[in-house]
């Protein structure tokens, strides 16, 4: 189960109707135990992918290397990554599954020409079984309390 | 000689929940051998049936990727910090059938029988269009349409024509060429 806080997955939409020609993409972040992970806050990220951005997202691995160093020791953890479709659908692409991590939550977001969005999250629980749905819930009108609480800790 | 090796979270079930695991060994290589016989099923996570590095893995010793080193049998010293940091992409696969033809049937709403639809396709998408017989008349549109081209612009093409509120029949299953 995914937890996303309403501010939170407001901001991800945002980010991905601000960009209709290149696929947009981010960290998300927060507390995972066990198949429970709480999005506390995101980490935007610039689209490296070389080519076809409007239908490709790649992570710099250093910007990866680098988060993952921060939160060592931290209650923080990375617990997947969100990425925009452009006028396309939530479902992860051959190109998504091929290169997904299990256990990580892939948030995927769509924008259609009219400005509508819709969005899923995606998880690997095995490469044999590939990707699902993954449970998501967005909480509250407000940040929640833990949210709260991992900004105190940046 | 002990090297400090850093486990993203997907992998620590296999480490006992550790984010920080120690083991040793003198290249990449050997230190993916020695922390399999510490962790077992660690190397087969990372690495293919061949040995290499799985594409969705990338391997840093202290700041640098080791596919820019001297990849498996970079050399690795004492106090070196190891991390394995996911490949984070996604997409249409390179290797995504190219030449793949769809053939549809499509049936214009009575306010789009007008608009030259195909040639904007055509235009819009990387496709190749050959209408392979149509009936119009002021009231309705049918046709069939062959479309050519690489798969993710033949679903998008197709995805514009709904959004146009045409609708669109498969006439057959794809061909791959």
Not at chain 2, 15 to 39: F, I, P
Request: a negative charge.
């Amino acid at each position: 189960m995914l937890y996303v806080p309403h501010n939170v997955i407001e901001q991800i939409v945002a980010l991905c109707k601000a960009d209709q020609h290149a696929e947009v993409c981010g960290v998300l972040i927060g507390q995972w135990r066990g198949s429970e992970k709480r999005v506390g806050r995101i980490v935007h990220v610039e689209n490296v992918a070389q080519t076809h951005r409007e239908t490709r997202y790649r992570i710099d691995d250093r910007v990866i290397l680098a988060l993952e160093n921060t939160l060592q020791g931290l209650a923080e953890e990375i617990l997947g990554f969100y990425h925009s479709h452009l006028n396309s659908s939530v479902t992860p692409s051959q190109h998504d599954t091929a290169l997904a991590w299990e256990a990580y939550s892939y948030l995927i977001v769509t924008v259609d020409r009219s400005g509508g969005e819709s969005y899923a999250s995606w998880v690997m629980e095995s490469r044999n079984i590939g990707f699902q749905k993954e449970l998501m819930k967005v909480i509250g009108g407000e940040p929640t309390a833990e949210s709260l609480d991992t900004r105190r800790e940046e | 000689m002990s090297i400090t090796v850093r486990i993203p979270q997907p992998l620590r079930k296999l480490t006992n929940g550790l984010s920080e695991v120690s083991s040793s060994g003198q290249t990449a290589k050997e230190l993916l051998g020695n922390l399999d016989q510490q962790y077992a099923g660690l190397k087969e996570r990372l690495c293919d049936e061949t040995g290499a590095l799985r594409r969705f893995v990338n391997i840093y010793v202290n700041d640098e990727d080791i596919r820019f080193l001297q990849d498996l049998d970079t050399p690795l010293k004492d106090g070196d910090l190891v991390s394995i940091v996911p490949a984070i992409a996604g997409g249409v696969e390179e290797n995504d059938p190219k030449n793949i033809t769809r053939k549809i049937y499509l049936t214009f709403p009575h306010k789009q029988i007008q608009e030259p639809i195909v040639w904007r396709l055509a235009k819009k998408f990387d496709v190749i269009t050959n209408i392979r017989g149509a009936s119009v008349s002021e009231e309705i549109g049918l046709m069939a349409l062959e479309l050519k081209g690489g798969t993710t612009d033949i679903e998008r093409a197709i995805s514009y024509l709904k959004e146009l509120g045409v609708k669109v029949e498969p006439i057959e299953k794809d061909v791959i060429e």
